[in-house]
Structure formats: C-alpha cells, structure tokens
C-alpha cells in the first residue's frame, strides 16, 4: 500500500437483495493508521458493509479497496491483507494459546521460524505471555478475545476489522481489551475498522466514527465533530442573585445561544455550543450587570445524545445479535489463494 494512500476507500458502495437496499451509494475513506468506528442500529447497513469490505459479499455497484486492493476483482489479496475478528469467540478450547496462534500462521503459509518469532511477540503484547502453554478452555472470556486479536495479527496485516470486540465481557475485562489496543495502535500502523454498540467503547477509542442509518452515512467525523454537529446541545443551569430580567436579555443577545429559559425553582437553563469555553465569558459578564452567580452546573453532550439526534434511537435499546457480521466464516481462514 502506498504511504499517502487509504487504508480503506468506498465509492457509491450498494447493496441491494432483490427490491431492498442494505446499502446505498456509501462513499468514505479510513486513512492508514486509523482507528475508524461504524455505529449503528440493527439493520442500519453496517452489517453489509463490513461483509463487503471483506469480501464476505460482493457488492451490486460500486466500488472499494481495501490496502489498496479492489474487494470485487481481487478478493484473495485483499484477504491475504486483512485480519478478521469475529464477534463469536472461535479459538479451539483444546488447544494451548501457543498452539492456536501456531496453526493459524500455518495456515496463511508462514514458515516455522517467523511464525514463532510472531507468536511469541504477539501473545506477549496482548498480555498472555504467562498463559500461552495453558489450555484455552482455563482462559475467561476477556483472555480469549485478546487471544484472538493475537491469532488475527500472526500473518500481519495492513487493517483489522473488529465485530463488537468487548461484547458480553465484565467491565474489567473490557478496559483490558481497551489498553490493549491502545498499545497496539502505539506499537504498529495497524489501521482498524471497530464496530460496537458501546458509545464509551467508540468515544475512548476511534479516531472518526460513522454514523449509519437506513443503508447511509448519515455522518462522520471526530467524537469532537460529531458532537459539533449538534448545535445548542451543551446545556448550563444557572442560579444567580441579582436581576433575573437583566441576566436572561444579556445571556440571549450572546453569540451560540439557541435557548434560555427560567425552571419552576427560578434557575436559567441555556442551551449553546461548546460550553465548556462560553461558561467562564458568560460568568464574567453577569458580574459585570450585577448578578451574583451562586450555582452552576455544565451537561455536555454525550456521543449517546449525537447518535439518537441523528437517528432518533438509542443504540443501547438495540438488542444484542445472536452472531456478528462475519459469523463463524473467519473462525478459519480461507486460503488466502482462494476467491
């Protein structure tokens, strides 16, 4: 893959089953070394996207590449390019952690020396050094998935795509996975393709996020932009002593005010962009009309609030799916030689 090019690169990307259209004319970059995050409710589309851009699918129109290589025309090498983690736990419970890396690596053909030398790195950077000659079935949940993020590195490929890498983890476990691929984003310009239904999850952890509804993108961008999206969505409550009439004219004739409105407890509510830099400015201007602020209180928006402005749902309402988008077709990988 060239240096400057997309780790991923959608055009008018469509799928359609018979009259319905999973995904309609998607177009989107994910740039080399990013951690990017799709975000949707069930059915939304994320589902056929991904199992386009890793050539579960082919799409009906359009066109994607994956590091470089075209997902239609030339499947097997974008899949000699990726790493796939599926959302269902599939490393052999009767085989050691050593051994589930091993035979994955002999399956994409690497010879015996590289293959351990990886191996050993990798079980290493996901912390499972000291377990890698236990059995997989002594291991819990959070150990397994970070085992089979090692699996999935062995042949080492350009982008990692990860089905709901944390679901059905304890909390604990779950900042484990986290620290974990931040340090393998420290480590290597793995560029990483992340579904979740965890809005903590894709604030802490992606660089950009999509938002897909209804077979689109219905936006894209940094959490910080996402949120910017949503104008007014910062919201202070004040109490003041002084003149309420006077501070609530001077709080409306500010600039990125869209509400302000008095409680039935006499408290101002104002609703305004980015909150925490207008605060200090609108404190210092109720001192000087001569009301006396006694509380204030700062709600900024939440990831949670910018998904159910764009698509009027809560994620955390969609019910958990019985398989991830891959399914058990990647419990295995198929020879990299195969279309």
């Known amino acids: ?99 589930n890396v091993d035979i994955y690596g002999e399956f994409y053909g690497l010879g015996r020396r590289i293959r351990h030398e990886r191996a050993a790195h990798l079980l290493e950077l996901v912390g ?23 699996r999935g590195l062995i042949h080492s490929p350009e982008v990692l795509f990860l089905d709901e890498p944390t679901i059905g983890l304890d909390p604990q476990s779950r900042l484990v996975v986290w620290e974990m691929l931040e340090r393998l984003r420290a480590e290597t310009h793995l560029t990483i393709s992340l579904t979740t239904h965890y809005m903590e999850e894709a604030e802490i952890l992606c660089d950009r996020i999509a938002i897909v509804d209804g ?54 509510i104002i609703s305004l962009d980015d909150g925490a830099h207008a605060m200090p400015k609108l404190i210092g201007k109720l001192d000087e009309a001569g009301a006396q602020v006694s509380s204030i209180k700062l709600e900024r928006i939440s990831l949670e609030d910018v998904f159910i402005r764009f698509t009027g749902k809560r994620l955390r309402d969609e019910p958990a799916r019985k398989g991830g988008f891959f399914d058990m077709t990647f419990g295995m990988p198929r020879p990299p030689g195969r279309g």
């Open 215 to 268: 077979g689109k993108i219905i936006a894209i961008g940094t959490p910080g932009e996402l949120k910017a999206m949503v104008k007014g969505a910062d919201r202070i409550e004040l109490e003041i002593k002084g003149d309420v009439e006077t501070a609530l004219a001077m709080i409306r004739g500010e600039p990125n005010i869209h509400g302000v409105e008095l409680d039935d407890r006499g408290a101002i």
């Open 1 to 99: 893959m060239e240096p400057n090019s997309a780790a991923i690169q959608a055009r008018a990307l469509t799928k359609r089953f018979g009259a319905f259209t999973a995904v309609d004319h998607v177009s989107f970059e994910v740039r080399r070394g990013e951690l990017f995050g799709l975000l949707g409710p069930n059915g939304a589309g994320k589902t056929t996207l991904s199992r386009m851009l890793t050539t579960l699918i082919t799409p009906t129109s359009g066109e994607a590449t994956v590091a470089g290589e075209d997902v239609t025309h030339a499947p097997a090498r974008v899949r000699e390019r990726i790493g796939v983690i599926p959302q269902a736990l599939t490393s052999d419970l009767d085989l050691t952690g050593w051994e």
């Open 128 to 150: 499972l050094k000291e377990r890698a000659n236990d059995l997989v079935a002594t291991y819990s949940g959070g150990m397994r998935r970070r085992l089979e993020i090692a």
